[in-house]
């Protein structure tokens, strides 16, 4: 009744950017992400017959509130699938670096995933993992697999369709992922409220909808053929468009810092001066900037002297779902 699984955290090149059923988490367009090797989730579920309640450890303290109601409302889930009434003890450990600000959404919920689901004893192939894993957090369904994943929308009412594939593994392309670490980060709008407000209200939402299947198709080219820079301006464009749609919601907003533009900025220059670099940003002010390995130490250089930038973490593609 007890079981480890590691799942490692992944950024969007194409992002997931509303939902179509907010309670099974469905998206309103397929996407695609990259998995990282660089931040991830160890979590250990243990089923206990004498539990009243689940109890959770994050990094060893003790959670309560609404994380720990997040965490018991997924387990609802599995306790449903499994037919057992049983309550956990749920230890997870983030290995993301201390104030770095990264949702560690997608981990977390992935490995919740894969541990609970063992430690309850049902066997899970890794699409329907992913279906779990997608009703935890949406993003979540795309870290069950190494390397680059697309997270198919599917068109089913009941989320049966809705689940990522591996579009090619970790070893396919050795690009490199930097996470650019901001000093400040103000508290920013959730994703899911980003979400909504922007589906709800912005006029600029229809085009996102419209431009985002080409997008998708065409990174998948770049990817197979792997055309760096095809792939890193598609990226680029994509989530600069999705950023947009905040901008039109109402009421409007923006996940942008001063130094989140002065990152973009310096990505842009750089471009400018030869070297291939492309950025992308989340529901933050964060930014991740791909590069290839033979440019480093050029481009780590520029990103650590720009004002407001705190730490540089590198990553590779990384890994799927393993168990401990
Ligand atoms: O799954 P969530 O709720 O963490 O939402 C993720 C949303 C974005 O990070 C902005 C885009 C994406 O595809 O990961």
């Keep these: 009744m007890k079981a480890t699984a590691r799942a490692h955290t992944n950024i969007a090149l194409i992002k997931y950017w509303g939902k179509r059923n907010e309670s099974l988490i469905l998206p309103t367009n397929s996407n695609l992400s990259v998995t990282l090797d660089g931040f991830s989730t160890e979590t250990t579920v243990h089923f206990q017959e004498d539990l009243k309640k689940d109890i ?26 499994s037919g057992k009434e049983l309550y956990a003890q749920i230890q997870s450990v983030n290995h993301v670096p201390t104030a770095a600000g990264f949702a560690s959404s997608a981990s977390g919920l992935a490995a919740l995933a894969a541990a609970s689901a063992k430690a309850i004893g049902i066997s899970l192939d890794d699409t329907e993992l992913s279906k779990l894993a997608r009703q935890g957090s949406g993003s979540a369904c795309r870290s069950i697999y190494g390397g680059f994943v697309e997270w198919q929308m599917g068109e089913r009412e009941d989320g049966a369709d809705s689940f990522a594939v591996q579009v090619a593994g970790k070893s396919h392309w050795d690009i490199r992922i930097a996470a650019v670490v901001l000093s400040k980060t103000t508290k920013k709008v959730s994703s899911r409220e980003g979400m909504r407000r922007t589906v709800e209200t912005s006029p600029f939402y229809a085009g996102w909808l419209e431009q985002t299947p080409k997008d998708l198709q065409e990174i998948k080219q770049a990817i197979a053929e792997k055309d760096f820079e095809k792939m890193g301006s598609i990226a680029e464009a994509n989530c600069l468009r999705m950023h947009a749609t905040t901008l039109g919601a109402n009421p409007p907003f923006t996940y942008w810092q001063d130094t989140t533009m002065r990152v973009m900025q310096t990505v842009q220059n750089l471009r400018e001066k030869g070297i291939p670099v492309f950025f992308t940003i989340d529901a933050g002010p964060n930014v991740k900037v791909l590069y290839l390995s033979e440019d480093e130490d050029k481009v780590k250089k520029r990103l650590q002297s720009i004002e407001g930038v705190e730490d540089i973490i590198v990553s590779k593609p990384g890994s799927g779902i393993s168990y401990l």
Excluded: W
Excluded at 67 to 79: Q, S
């Design 56 to 81: 959770f450890l994050l990094n060893e303290q003790n959670v309560e509130g609404n994380a720990l109601e997040k965490v018991a409302v997924f387990l609802d889930k599995v306790r449903a699938l």
